[in-house]
């Protein structure tokens, strides 16, 4: 049993702890922060990845090559199931999408999946289409109209 939990006891509030007060109180002398080295000091934050001094992991593994992480497209993507939700002969872009609730605003461009059926005609607009979404979407007696980056309709290849 520590001091802490005896003096507590039946206490509402709770009895602040007070380091450097003696041997008796079980956190005297150095007061909770051991001996030597940097957490014994004061003011010692310690950075994140810090690891006592060994020569950390981001220092240790490798950093070669090329990675293309910083500089890719992101699309949002939606199932053609999805889109029944809109009318006949609608237009579906990622605005209309947008705001029917059906996909959050994370990237600017839009990619059309191609997971469920699709029954209703619709002219669909977006940068990329997977092959079995646009064949559903064309089934449907709709229209996949492709957009480059700058939004501006491609021409059918």
């Known amino acids: 049993?520590?001091?802490?939990?005896?003096?507590?006891?039946?206490?509402?509030?709770?009895?602040?702890?007070?380091?450097?007060r003696?041997?008796?109180?079980?956190?005297?002398?150095?007061?909770?922060?051991?001996?030597?080295?940097?957490?014994?000091?004061?003011?010692?934050?310690?950075?994140?990845?810090?690891?006592?001094?060994?020569?950390?992991?981001y220092r240790r593994v490798p950093k070669r090559g090329f990675t293309n992480a910083r500089f890719?497209?992101?699309?949002?993507?939606?199932?053609?199931?999805?889109?029944?939700?809109?009318d006949e002969g609608a237009t579906v872009d990622l605005g209309a999408i947008l705001a029917k609730g059906l996909a959050s605003m994370q990237t600017p461009f839009l990619k059309i999946l191609g997971n469920g059926k699709l029954e209703k005609k619709l002219t669909v607009r977006a940068q990329k289409f997977t092959a079995s979404a646009r064949q559903k979407i064309e089934a449907a007696g709709g229209t996949a109209v492709e957009l480059d980056l700058a939004h501006r309709e491609v021409a059918p290849s």
């Open 72 to 86: 890719r497209t992101e699309y949002t993507e939606i199932n053609v199931d999805k889109l029944s939700s809109f």
């Open 1 to 20: 049993m520590d001091l802490k939990s005896v003096c507590n006891k039946g206490l509402k509030k709770e009895v602040r702890k007070r380091v450097g």
């Open 22 to 57: 003696g041997p008796g109180s079980g956190l005297g002398k150095t007061s909770g922060r051991g001996h030597k080295g940097w957490g014994q000091r004061s003011g010692a934050p310690r950075r994140a990845g810090y690891e006592g001094g060994q020569m950390p992991i």
